[in-house]
């Protein structure tokens, strides 16, 4: 028995005549929105707010930046804007201007730590093996007596 096989699923079907659903809700939602400004309002003042709305509702159906809806870039600015952000504050070293005018870093101080022998590396490891192998119940009898 053969089937058949859904190809170009990324592109969405264009439902009313050259737009998608999306583009055709955003196209009628900034239209709407218009006609009722015009309807309310004195025309100059319709006039006014009327053009940012349509130009927002053909960016939401229409622009793609990054190959990405606008819409997800719309989303993301409100996210960013009206989250929390934690700012992290890292110091720089202090750059001295030297006599040449050239900037010399300066130096980096260094750590130091300790190596461990072979031997002390082995009584550490038997240590913390005697002490995780260790049955707390044994050693509270062992105490009392």
Same mark, same amino acid.
């Given at each position: 028995?053969?089937?058949q096989?859904p190809?170009f699923? &990324?592109?969405e *079907?264009k =439902? %009313?005549?050259?737009?998608?659903f ?9 239209g709407?929105?218009?006609?009722? !400004? #015009?309807?309310?309002?004195?025309k100059?003042?319709?006039i006014? !707010?009327?053009v ?7 960016? !939401?159906?229409?622009y793609?930046?990054? *190959?990405?809806? %606008?819409?997800?870039?719309? $989303?993301? #600015?409100?996210? +960013?804007?009206?989250?929390?952000? !934690? +700012? =992290?504050w890292?110091?720089?070293d202090?750059l001295?201007?030297?006599?040449d ?11 130091y730590?300790?190596?461990l022998? &072979? ?12 002490? $995780?192998n260790r049955?707390?119940?044994t *050693?509270e009898k062992?105490?009392? =007596?």
């Amino acid at each position: 028995m053969r089937f058949q096989v859904p190809q170009f699923i &990324e592109v969405e *079907d264009k =439902i %009313f005549g050259p737009l998608t659903f999306k583009q055709f809700v955003y196209v009628a939602g900034g239209g709407g929105i218009c006609v009722i !400004l #015009f309807v309310f309002l004195p025309k100059f003042l319709a006039i006014l !707010l009327s053009v940012p709305i349509v130009a927002f509702a053909g960016a !939401l159906a229409f622009y793609k930046p990054n *190959d990405k809806p %606008f819409i997800n870039f719309v $989303e993301s #600015f409100f996210h +960013y804007s009206l989250k929390s952000k !934690l +700012y =992290i504050w890292k110091k720089t070293d202090n750059l001295q201007p030297t006599t040449d005018n050239k900037i010399s870093a300066k130096p980096i101080e260094q750590i130091y730590v300790p190596k461990l022998s &072979e031997s002390k590396l082995r009584e550490l490891t038997w240590s913390l093996d005697i002490k $995780e192998n260790r049955n707390p119940i044994t *050693d509270e009898k062992s105490n009392r =007596i």
